[in-house]
């Protein structure tokens, strides 16, 4: 039983040490990426060279397949209006990491309370900032514009509240796809 339960605590440890790279490498910009430094990633995160044309040991293990993967989906992410901004990626990791972790953890702003320590003990914003984006309005069911598309809101509810900001749920008019927005996106 003893044997049980240290193997699963390991594996904790594994998953959050797996989960803290998975959202420094998605968190931290593209020019400060290893990766950009040895001119495997442009300005962009536009791969510039393969995996396979890697020389030394410093190129292959600042591109690694974690790399890869978390540089494809941040691209993907850059894609969507309002995530390519320094909170909008945060906010995104954040909202990644609490669905995974969410039944592993006793106290629900666990994820949250650590994340937001994280992001200030290492410089990438501070107290002030957060507490300047903090939401204190409340959404209204109806038709917004969010960074020029056409999206409705059918829900007054929050789905979550991420960085102080209430996430709600609405739909893109043009793709009838769910979207997630934050009353500061709206206009």
Do not use: C
Request: zero cysteines; charged letters at 30%.
């Amino acid at each position: 039983m003893e044997s049980t339960r240290e193997h699963l605590i390991e594996n904790r440890a594994v998953d959050l040490f797996v989960a803290y790279r998975f959202l420094r490498i998605l968190t931290t910009p593209w020019e400060d990426q290893e990766a950009f430094g040895h001119g495997i990633i442009d300005k962009d995160g536009k791969l510039l060279r393969k995996a396979n044309d890697l020389k030394n040991e410093a190129e292959k293990s600042s591109f690694t397949l974690l790399h890869r993967l978390i540089f494809n989906l941040k691209r993907i992410l850059h894609k969507i209006p309002g995530v390519k901004s320094k909170i909008g990626t945060y906010a995104t990791a954040l909202y990644l990491l609490k669905q995974h972790f969410a039944g592993q953890v006793e106290e629900e702003d666990t994820i949250e309370r650590t994340f937001h320590n994280w992001l200030v003990d290492n410089g990438y914003t501070t107290e002030e900032e957060l507490d300047e984006s903090v939401d204190h309005g409340q959404i209204t069911k109806g038709r917004y514009t969010y960074f020029g598309d056409s999206v409705i809101v059918y829900s007054e509810t929050p789905v979550d509240r991420i960085l102080g900001q209430n996430i709600y749920k609405a739909v893109h008019q043009d793709t009838s796809s769910e979207v997630f927005v934050t009353l500061g996106d709206l206009k």
